[in-house]
């Protein structure tokens, strides 16, 4: 079974400060790695999707890597802002489009 | 990417009764749609995968009787939580697929409070 763990469980730093949330996954068998935004009582939105065969993908100031090998995702979040604030979660694609997902990273962009 | 539509996005009930979620692909053909549970503080779980024809396929630990899944047309799955429970209470949220996608997409989510 998938296991995703994301490290830290949350985290707060002053704007501008670069963010780094980790995430690691048990079998690396995946077929594509996706890294989520979720608002308080809101639903998901789609942030980055690493397919299995990439190493990385940026989008603005976000960039996701992927190491299938030793079965770990980052992101990175530069010159962080307060409308960052949000969990962030990442997910653990099969190749039947099931997702398994960690708990998430809860950020806190102080101004 | 598709659009994925997930309605009410609210909604109080009564313990004892039911209540039906929608979950609309708006300009592709699904024919895989995901339910998922999300507790407090928690991650998203998995409660059923159901592809359009076919019953719904449940997670283990999922009742079947009480999650009533329907997936009667390549654009719609309902989920209908059947007498409803305080305990029920819960953040549900669809996503759907086809082959032309390598990822899935979520609806907005439904807030369920049973009271």
């Known amino acids: 079974k998938q296991e995703v763990t994301q490290i830290p469980a949350a985290l707060s730093v002053p704007e501008g400060e670069n963010l780094v949330l980790n995430c690691s996954f048990t079998?690396?068998?995946?077929?594509?790695l996706q890294w989520f935004r979720q608002d308080p009582g809101k639903g998901l939105t789609s942030l980055l999707l690493i397919q299995s065969s990439q190493r990385e993908q940026t989008s603005g100031r976000l960039n996701a890597s992927l190491d299938k090998s030793s079965g770990r995702s980052t992101l990175y979040i530069a010159a962080s802002q307060p409308g960052d604030s949000a969990t962030y979660l990442c997910?653990?694609?099969?190749?039947?489009?099931?997702?398994?997902f960690g708990a998430g990273t809860t950020v806190t962009v102080r101004a | 990417g598709a659009v994925v539509s997930q309605h009410p996005s609210r909604v109080i009930c009564k313990s004892g009764t039911s209540v039906k979620i929608e979950c609309r692909s708006l300009d592709f053909q699904a024919t895989t749609m995901f339910w998922y549970r999300q507790f407090p503080k928690k991650s998203l779980m998995l409660m059923a995968t159901s592809n359009e024809g076919s019953k719904a396929t449940y997670e283990q630990g999922v009742e079947k009787d009480k999650f009533l899944i329907n997936h009667a047309s390549l654009t719609l799955s309902t989920l209908t939580v059947t007498s409803a429970h305080p305990e029920d209470s819960s953040f549900y949220i669809c996503?759907?697929?086809?082959?032309?996608?390598?990822?899935?997409?979520f609806g907005q989510g439904t807030r369920l409070t049973v009271v």
């Open positions: 997910a653990v694609i099969r190749s039947d489009y099931k997702l398994s």
């Open positions: 079998d690396s068998a995946i077929y594509n």
């Open positions: 996503s759907a697929s086809s082959g032309s996608y390598t990822e899935a997409f």
